[in-house]
């Protein structure tokens, strides 16, 4: 490959034109495209879609499928009444929703911008074709490939996320329900053991047991001192 030597002047102008391009407005790009459609046009429609796509991140998917396989999704059954043991395998999954939506959020904006690059060059591209419709659409849709591949490598990453982001809502209803059937349980204890304090007081009542002075707030001086007491006022 041969490198053409160029001047100062020519590279500050060069610099200039292209900090020009990135400022341009988009009604000033719009008046731009008073002429009709041609291949050259189109090309830039290209090149325009792509600069926009490399700016979005570009998923990896061995990196992806690597980092959610390590990921320990293990919850407790429902036989676990162990609290603190569930709210820590709860903050551990809610880790994993928050970096799932991380990674959705930029498969999706992978795949919008290729997919919608693929769907508008392709109906541009029928206008540069002559021929039958079905032959107008065999030659556009040859032309914008690249882009329905992107298309559909984000797309499948992007059902591949949802679908572990679906299973990651269940194991928290999971939880949910676990730590529910832990509170009902403690409540029916508490129901039975206060039911157990109220049996066992009407039960002391009921045989007759003297009952002192300290439980009660008063009791009945006769029995306590033991002497006969005469009335007054009679004989």
């Known amino acids: 490959m041969e490198f053409e030597e160029i001047t100062i002047e020519e590279m500050l102008a060069y610099e200039?034109?292209?900090?020009?391009?990135?400022?341009?407005s988009i009604s000033e790009q719009i008046k731009k495209r008073k002429s009709s459609l041609n291949n050259d046009n189109f090309d830039l429609d290209v090149l325009m879609f792509e600069q926009q796509l490399t700016i979005c991140e570009k998923p990896d998917e061995s990196e992806i499928?690597?980092?959610?396989s390590s990921w320990n999704f293990a919850?407790?059954?429902?036989?676990?009444?162990?609290?603190?043991?569930?709210?820590?395998?709860?903050?551990?999954?809610?880790?994993?929703?928050?970096?799932?939506?991380?990674l959705v959020g930029m498969c999706s904006r992978y795949y919008k911008v290729a997919s919608t690059a693929q769907k508008s060059l392709k109906e541009t591209a029928h206008a540069l074709y002559t021929?039958?419709?079905?032959?107008?659409?065999?030659?556009?849709g040859y032309r914008v490939r690249p882009f329905e591949l992107e298309s559909l490598y984000a797309e499948g990453l992007l059902l591949y996320l949802t679908e572990t982001s679906r299973a990651l809502d269940s194991m928290f209803i999971n939880l949910s329900a676990n730590l529910k059937h832990i509170d009902n349980l403690v409540r029916v204890n508490h129901g039975y053991e206060d039911e157990g304090i109220s049996l066992s007081y009407?039960?002391?009542?009921?045989?007759?047991?003297?009952?002192?002075?300290?439980?009660?707030?008063?009791?009945?001086?006769?029995?306590?001192?033991g002497l006969r007491v005469r009335n007054r006022g009679g004989n």
């Open 16 to 24: 200039e034109q292209q900090a020009k391009a990135q400022k341009e």
């Open 65 to 68: 499928y690597q980092e959610l």
């Open 75 to 102: 919850t407790p059954t429902k036989e676990c009444f162990d609290r603190t043991e569930i709210v820590k395998v709860y903050a551990r999954l809610n880790s994993y929703r928050h970096r799932l939506a991380e």
């Open 131 to 140: 021929g039958t419709a079905s032959e107008r659409n065999a030659h556009a």
């Open 202 to 225: 009407q039960s002391e009542l009921s045989s007759g047991e003297e009952i002192e002075e300290e439980d009660i707030g008063f009791a009945d001086k006769t029995k306590v001192s």
